[in-house]
C-alpha cells in the first residue's frame, strides 16, 4: 500500500489578487519557501513532498501519521499568511492514492470555498506497515555536453521538458506512477513494484516520442527516503557501468531480475 | 531591446552526489530556497526571475545594472554553499537575448568545469533605456470548477502540463518568446511586441492542441515588474469583461487595437 | 543528566573579513537564517536550540541522539557557506552539561583554528533515559501598560535588558541554570530541580537590584520540548490566578509543594 | 538629522498564546526568519535594522522613503500570519529619532491593541538630504583566545554580555547613542557625531566596571551602509595599527583629529 498526501493551499487564487494582484515576485518567494519548508517537515519525518502545481502539493507518506500531518499542517498556518487543507490518500498504486486524497478534499469543499479552511481528512497506514515504497530516479544521459554546454538555456529546458511531459504521461497512464520534475535533468517517480522490462519500455517510449535518451535508478523500501536514496545510489551504478537500468532495494541490494 | 540573465550553478550536479548523493527533501529545501532569494534580489529591483530547471534561473532584468548582478552573485555565494555564474544579454527579441546570455557563459566554460566559479559576462543596456518589456499572463478558464474540484490532483497537472508544453514551445518557435509555468493555473511568458490576433492565434493552438482554454492579459512598462502587474491587471480585466486578451501599458491605458 | 550541545561555527569571524567585511544586514540575515534552521532541526526532535552569540548556540538536547547532531552538523554544511562544529555534553545540571561539551570543542582545537572543521565530539545519554529537564519561562509583569505603551523602544529594551542580565547571572552563579532571552519580555532557563522559594529568590534579586517585576512558570518532562510547554502553560497558570511562581509537570499536574 | 522607525509586531504577545502557547522553537523560528527578511528589505535600500526585542525591532533609515516604508511592511503582511506597525522618527541624535518613532506607534493605539493593525505612522527625511550617519563597530580583543577557548561558552557570554549591557547604557545615557549586540563579540553603536576622546572614554568606562577591553572603528556616511561598512573597515585598521579607535568616513579617509 502507498500512502499519499495532497496538500492543497485554501482559497490561494483570490488571496493572490486581493484587493488587487500582488508582486510577482512576492508569491514566487511566498511558494518557494513554503514548499521549502514542507520539504524539511516531510523529508525529517522520511517522507517526500513535490512541488506540483505550487498551490497543489504532492506528499509520499508512509510512516506519517496522521498526527504528524496535523503538526505540518498547523505549522504552516502558523508561519505563513496562508492556511492549506491535507489529505491522507492510501491505495494498492499511487494513482489510486492520490486520487483518493483528492476525493477526499474535494468532499470537504471546493478549493476555492472560503469557508474550507484547514481540513484534516483521511487515515494513515498502520503503524509499523511493511508496504513497499517504489521510487525510480530518472536523468537523461551526457545533458550537459549534449545540451546545456550546445544549446539556448531555454532550448535544453523545451526539449527536456517536452521528454518529461511524454514520460510523465506514460508512466501515468500505463503504470500508474506519479512522476515529478525536480529540477536539472532529474525525474523522480513514485511507482508500483514494476519489472526492469518495464523501466526499459518507458525508456524507449520517451526514446521514440521525444528523442532524448534517459536512464533510471530504482529503489525499494519502507519509506520515501529510503527507496529514494537506493534509487539514488542505483543511478550512480548505471553512470559506472554504463547500464540504462538498475534497481537496488534500501539495503543496497540487487533484487533478483524480475523479467 | 530585451535584457536576460541566465543564472547557472556552477558544477552542481557533481556537488548533489559528492562524496555521495544528498537527500532530495535537502536538494529541493537549497533549491527552493536559492530561487526565494533570487526571486527577492531581482524583485526588489523590479526584474523577473524564473526556475527553468532551479541549476539553471533566467532572469529578465531590464533596468537592473551590471554591478547589481555582481552584488547578486556575491550574495549567493555568501548565504549558500554553492556558487553561480551568471550572464546577461541583449537582444531584439527574449530568445535572443537568452541565447546570447548562454553563449557567453557556455564560452566561458562548461556547467561543470570545476575551474568555472562565479563568473560574469555580459553587458547590461545602457541607463536609461526606453525599451519595453511586454509580459503576457496566461491563466487556465474556470480551472476550479472543471479541474482542481473534479479530477485527481495529478490529473489536473498532466492536463494543465500539457496545455503549457504546447504552449510554450507554440510561443518559442512561432514568437520568440520565453514562457514559465509559475504555479497554480498561471504560465507568464516574456514577448516581443505581438498583436492581439497572434496572442488568439496562441490560444487557439492551444485549445486545438490539447483541449485547454486559456485567456491572456499582456502589458507592457520599461521593466519586468511594471510590465508584469500591467498585465495582471489587464487578466482581472479579461475575467471581468469575459474576454480572451485584454492588453495594458504600466500605466493601465489600452494600447490602440493593433489588429 | 542533563544533556546541552554546543554548536560553534568555524573559524567564523575570519569568513566574516574575508577578502574583505560583508555588509551586516548580509551577515545578520545568514545568522538568523542559520538559527531558524536550527530551531526547525532541534526543535522537530523535541530540543531547545538558543541563538547566544550567534556564531556560538546552545541546544538543550536530552533525547537527541549522536547520528541525530551528525544530520544536523551535514545540513548546515549542504545548506550554507560555512561549517559548524558540534560538541554533546552531559551533566547534573546545566551548567556542567555545558562546561562538558565546551571543553571537547575546545580541545578539538581553537574556534579560529582553520583545520578544525565540521568536528563532532561527545556522547549523548544512553537511550531511554528518563532524566528530567527543568525549564522555567519568565516574564515581566504588565510589561505592555508599564513599559510598551510608555517609554522610547530603546528604554523599554535597556529596562528589561539590565533585569534580565541580573536574573541570567544569578541564576548561573547561584543555580547552574542556563538562562537566554528569547524575545519580547521572555527569559527562558534550563534548570536543576529548584523548589519554588529558589525560584521567588531569584524574582526578589531581581526586583531589588534592577526594579524590575517578574513572574516565573515552571514545567518539568523527559525533554526540552515537553518540560517547556508545561512552563509555558505554568505561566499562563500564573497570569490567571496572579501569582509569581507556578510549577508544573509535563502531564500538566502541579508537583507537591517543595518548600 | 538622523531617521529611525520602529517595527512593532500587533498583538503579538497574544498571538503566540492563543488559542493554546505555541511551541517555542516555532516562534523562535517565525522571528528569526521575519528578522532576517527584514536584514534584507532594509539592507538592500542601504539601511540597517535591529532585532531588540524581535517583537520590536529599530531600523536605521536614512534614505529610505516613507513608500518604501510602506512596501516593506505589505510585504509583512503578505509573507507572514503577522502584521506589523511601522513608524518613522527623525531628530538631531538617535536617541530623539527613536523616541520620536515609539511616541507615534504609542499615539495610534497599544502594541496589544487588537485593532491597531499595520498602522504607518511618521515623515521621512526629504531627499536628498545630506545627514551624516555615524556607525561605531565595538569589538573585543582577543576575545577567541582570552574566551572563546579558554571558558565555558555560557561562562564567554555572561562575560561580553556584562560588558556590553555596561556599554549599551553608556552609551545611551551619556551620548544618545543606540547600541545593538549583532553576535560574536560585536557591537553596532548608531551614534552622535562623537569625538575619539569620547569613544576612549566609553572604552574606559567598559573596562572599569565589566572589565572587558573592546576597540571600535567608527565611520560616517549618508547611508547606515556606507557609514557601517566604513566603520568595519576602520575597525580592520585598528586590529592591523594595534589602535583603540579608529575614524573613517565613507570615502575611507580619516577625518581631522577632534580632540
Redesign the interface.
Known amino acids: 500500500m502507498l500512502q499519499t498526501t ?1 496538500i ?1 493551499l485554501d482559497n ?2 483570490p488571496w493572490t ?1 486581493t484587493p ?14 513554503l ?2 519548508d514542507l ?6 519525518r522520511d ?3 513535490f ?6 502539493m ?1 506528499g509520499v507518506t508512509n510512516g506519517i501519521a496522521r498526527s504528524e500531518h496535523a503538526e505540518i499542517q498547523a ?1 504552516i ?5 496562508v492556511t492549506a487543507s491535507v489529505a491522507i490518500g492510501t491505495g494498492s498504486t499511487p ?1 489510486h492514492a ?2 483518493e ?3 477526499q478534499l ?1 468532499t470537504a469543499g ?3 470555498n472560503p469557508d474550507r479552511q484547514s481540513v484534516l481528512r483521511g487515515d494513515a497506514l498502520a503503524s509499523p506497515d511493511n508496504s513497499q515504497v517504489h521510487v525510480a530516479h530518472f536523468d537523461v544521459n551526457d545533458v ?2 549534449c545540451y ?11 526539449t ?3 521528454g518529461y ?1 511524454e514520460l ?2 506514460y508512466m ?1 497512464r500505463t503504470n500508474d506512477a ?1 512522476s515529478f520534475f ?4 532529474n525525474v ?1 517517480a513514485i511507482c508500483p513494484d514494476l519489472t526492469p522490462a518495464q523501466y526499459r519500455d518507458a525508456l524507449d517510449y520517451v526514446r521514440e516520442t521525444a528523442e532524448l535518451d534517459l536512464k533510471v535508478g530504482v529503489g525499494s523500501g519502507t519509506t520515501a ?1 529510503a527507496a ?2 537506493a534509487a ?2 542505483a543511478l ?1 551504478s548505471c553512470r559506472d557501468r554504463d547500464k540504462a537500468v538498475t534497481q537496488l532495494n534500501a539495503d543496497g541490494v540487487q533484487p533478483p531480475p524480475g523479467d
Not at 520539504?39 to 525529517?44: C, K, R
Open positions: 495532497l492543497q490561494y487564487g489578487v488587487e494582484p500582488q508582486p510577482e515576485m512576492k508569491l514566487q518567494r511566498l511558494q518557494s519557501r514548499y521549502a520539504a524539511e517537515w516531510v523529508g525529517t517522507g517526500y513532498v512541488y506540483l502545481r505550487g498551490d497543489n504532492v505549522a498556518a502558523n508561519q505563513y499568511p494513482a492520490l486520487s486524497a483528492t476525493k474535494q471546493s478549493a476555492q550537459t555536453s546545456t554546454d550546445q544549446l539556448s538555456a531555454f532550448e535544453t529546458y523545451v527536456i521538458e517536452r511531459a510523465m504521461q501515468y506519479l525536480v529540477g536539472g535533468d523522480i527516503r529514494g536514496m539514488k545510489h550512480e
